[in-house]
């Protein structure tokens, strides 16, 4: 079963604009959600991380927003540029790094 | 220093044939993993190392060996390829197992099973 699951699948934003990536996961022992970066022919990178008990961080452009009660998670890109493009992965830990399905972004000019 | 280094970049097998990715670290990190990723699957946890001697199972273990002789190397194991074991393949590292560790990938292994 997908314990984290990732949604949109891909994401197409205009330059400036706003990216969104939702997340939810079900076990409650996760503690720790990572936010990764993934550029064509390399390995993830980790872009930014929250723990639950605080519900949002942010980091220049990009911020997770975190809803413990329900079990969510977003990432929001702001004033996204096409150094942006590449696929996010979200993530939660409790022991075990499990990662969410991916997303590929793309920023247009 | 070098981070993860994993060899080879690219494989081509044959169904039946085993072989050996191999991955390696120069941070004198604890904590070891492999990844599988599928389109649309994401990255499924293999196996994972905790330290050297000591190795444990992931999501999706099937097919796959791994053993952990020194703090710097973690190879992976096909023992028999199949084709449901094309993928690219993911080898990290972080400082410990415990949470807040950022985990370290490797640029990857893009393996294909004819």
């Known amino acids: 079963q997908q314990q984290v699951k990732q949604s949109p699948q891909s994401l197409i934003v205009q330059k400036g604009g706003i990216s969104i990536i939702n997340c939810a996961y079900e076990n409650t022992a996760f503690d720790y959600f990572p936010w990764y970066q993934q550029f064509p022919g390399k390995g993830p990178a980790l872009l930014i991380a929250?723990?639950?008990?605080?519900s949002e961080k942010k980091e220049g452009r990009f911020t997770i927003s975190f809803n413990k009660s329900a079990k969510q998670f977003s990432l929001h890109i702001m004033d996204s540029q096409p150094g942006d493009s590449a696929t996010y992965f979200c993530a939660a830990e409790g022991g075990k790094l499990i990662f969410g399905q991916g997303t590929e972004l793309s920023v247009k000019p | 220093n070098a981070g993860v280094t994993q060899t080879p970049k690219f494989q081509v097998l044959k169904t039946g044939q085993s072989m050996t990715l191999q991955c390696a670290q120069d941070?004198?990190?604890?904590?070891m993993s492999w990844y599988r990723q599928d389109p649309g699957m994401g990255l499924r946890l293999i196996h994972y190392s905790v330290g050297a001697g000591i190795t444990d199972q992931g999501e999706v273990p099937n097919g796959y060996n791994v053993s952990r002789s020194t703090t710097e190397d973690f190879p992976l194991r096909l023992l028999s390829a199949a084709p449901s074991q094309t993928s690219v393949y993911f080898c990290?590292?972080?400082?410990?197992?415990?949470?807040?560790?950022?985990?370290?990938f490797g640029d990857g292994t893009r393996l294909s099973i004819l």
């Open positions: 929250i723990r639950p008990d605080v």
């Open positions: 990290a590292s972080s400082r410990f197992q415990v949470g807040n560790q950022p985990q370290h």
């Open positions: 941070m004198n990190h604890e904590y």
